[in-house]
């Protein structure tokens, strides 16, 4: 499985754009990126995911780089609501589970 | 929301105990995952279900048996419920197709197996 790395922690002020990092630098040409998210006590939640194209959504912006070996989930103006550990993952068509590595935790200052 | 929820949301049980969680889904959706999560090793696959009656391994599924005799329900079965399978279990279900597929998630059960 094509594996991501990403850094093990950042933070963040509130009301400011937050860009987590995430490289992936064996990815084949049919894997998505997918980023998830588990805030506190809570079970995971989707954010957004893409192929080659840049994406938003109401939640966050996806920025693919031209060769796919790296990606950054763009937070627009962190909330404390944001507050959580991130988790970049590539996903095969032939895939039948998510593999979460250790993920990014986001700590938002006030 | 993805209309997941997952009972009981805390479990005390004793080793060699049977126990069943249990998941409940309201939007028909045809897959259904367990997951297990412990700290240092992430979210593991148990079992998944892609139908009524069907059902597949994953990637810790020993110890554990699963059914799903409707499809709003996938239920998890410790048959003899050990210390190791203390760990909080959550449930998902997919959209979408192959690659694009994402999960969402339930809230959690949170296991202590004494």
């Known amino acids: 499985d094509a594996k991501t790395t990403q850094p093990n922690s950042m933070e963040s002020n509130e009301e400011e754009p937050v860009h987590l990092p995430c490289n992936h630098s064996?990815?084949?040409?049919?894997?998505?990126i997918h980023w998830y998210r588990q805030l506190p006590s809570q079970g995971p939640e989707y954010v957004i995911h893409?192929?080659?194209s840049n994406v938003n959504n109401r939640m966050a912006s996806l920025a693919i780089a031209e060769d796919r070996k790296s990606s950054t989930l763009i937070l627009h103006r962190a909330t404390l609501r944001d507050a959580a550990v991130y988790y970049c993952?590539?996903?095969?068509?032939?895939?039948?589970?998510?593999?979460f590595g250790s993920g990014t935790q986001l700590t938002v200052l006030p | 929301d993805a209309g997941i929820t997952q009972s009981p949301r805390h479990k005390v049980t004793e080793t060699g105990t049977p126990v069943t969680l249990r998941c409940h889904q309201t939007?028909?959706?045809?897959?259904m995952y367990w997951y297990r999560q412990d700290p240092g090793h992430g979210l593991r696959l148990i079992h998944y279900?892609?139908?009524?009656?069907?059902?597949d391994k994953g990637e810790v599924s020993d110890g554990y048996s699963v059914s799903r005799s409707k499809t709003e329900d996938f239920l998890l079965t410790l048959e003899s419920a050990t210390s190791s399978q203390t760990s909080v279990y959550f449930c998902?279900?997919?959209?979408?197709?192959?690659?694009?597929?994402?999960?969402?998630f339930g809230p959690g059960t949170r296991l202590l197996v004494l």
């Open positions: 998902a279900i997919s959209e979408g197709r192959g690659a694009r597929e994402t999960q969402y």
């Open positions: 064996t990815i084949s040409g049919t894997d998505y």
């Open positions: 893409g192929l080659t």
């Open positions: 993952i590539l996903v095969s068509g032939s895939a039948r589970q998510l593999t």
């Open positions: 939007e028909n959706h045809r897959y």
């Open positions: 279900s892609y139908g009524v009656k069907d059902t």
